[in-house]
């Protein structure tokens, strides 16, 4: 399956952060409580490997980290998996990894809009325990 690419538009209605971090804990069954709380990137890692699951090696995902240097490996994990699969984005890791706000909100309404996209019934059957813990 070939992934769509994401046309951004400055004029486009965006689904508000907090519709945005519950589509994140209902689709991956977490409690995050904030935007912030996705900088390790391995809930980007997942939602990714539900749409392209050859594309990233979710044995290399650093699950149980505080250190950014971990964080970054994750996020270079991801966007591997991005050219892999021909995802013409760059991910602003450096951005993401520092805590701001914005950088946050910006990357998680594009990867949304990128997952509804690109979604199909494989990632509704997705065992996101099994991709975090038995890999």
Same mark, same amino acid.
């Given at each position: ?5 994401? %046309?951004?538009?400055?004029?486009? =209605? ?11 804990? =209902? ?8 935007? *912030?709380?996705? =900088? ?7 939602? #990714? @490997? ?5 594309? %990233? ?9 505080? +250190?950014?240097?971990?964080? %970054? ?8 998996? #991005? @050219?892999?699969?021909?995802? @013409?984005?760059? %991910? ?14 910006? !990357? ?5 809009? !990128?997952?509804?996209?690109? =979604? ?12 975090? *813990? +038995?890999?």
């Amino acid at each position: 399956m070939s992934l769509k690419n994401v %046309i951004e538009s400055p004029y486009e =209605r965006y689904p508000p952060r907090t519709e945005l971090l519950e589509w994140v804990n =209902r689709t991956l069954k977490l409690c995050y409580t904030r935007l *912030i709380d996705l =900088r390790t990137g391995t809930a980007y890692c997942q939602l #990714f @490997h539900m749409l392209k699951p050859d594309a %990233i090696n979710m044995k290399m995902v650093k699950w149980t980290t505080k +250190l950014d240097e971990d964080h %970054i490996a994750n996020f270079r994990l991801l966007q591997k998996g #991005f @050219h892999h699969a021909c995802v @013409h984005k760059e %991910i602003p890791v450096n951005l993401l990894v520092k805590d701001e706000f914005l950088d946050h909100l910006d !990357f998680l309404r594009w990867f949304h809009k !990128f997952f509804m996209l690109n =979604r199909s019934a494989a990632a509704a059957n997705y065992d996101e325990w099994a991709a975090s *813990i +038995l890999l």
